[in-house]
């Protein structure tokens, strides 16, 4: 079982910038984690992925409205994820949630409680 927890969400104005934290707990995480990404939902709207990156080598990806904006990165030690937000936009304002895939699923299987993330104009 793995447990995901995040931290870090809040309140800022626009162009200003958080970092997301992301811990996973669990019996032996990294031998069976494949991906961990950042999704975010915002209110009636899909959720939606807004970066991953892969356990083994480190490649990201980034949606298209968040890149040269945003840096998701890892620490395998730690088994935690960030997400460096930068330029934050009021359209960034979404719930965070952190997700991994493991191995055997073909998509994100654990999921954290989530964060909130508001940008005012």
């Known amino acids: 079982q793995v447990q995901l927890v995040e931290s870090g969400g809040g309140s800022v104005q626009a162009g200003g910038s958080l970092r997301l934290s992301c811990s996973a707990s669990g019996r032996t995480f990294s031998a069976y984690v494949v991906a961990m990404g950042w999704f975010r939902q915002a209110p009636e709207k899909e959720r939606e992925l807004v970066a991953s990156i892969r356990w083994a080598g480190g490649s990201t990806y980034y949606e298209d409205s968040v890149k040269g904006r945003f840096a998701i990165s890892r620490d395998i030690r730690k088994n935690a994820i960030y997400l460096q937000m930068n330029s934050l936009k009021p359209e960034d304002t979404a719930v965070y949630y952190c997700?991994?895939?493991?191995?055997?699923?073909?998509?994100?299987?654990?999921w954290g409680q989530g964060t909130q993330v508001t940008v005012s104009s």
């Open positions: 997700a991994t895939q493991t191995l055997g699923a073909d998509s994100y299987n654990y």
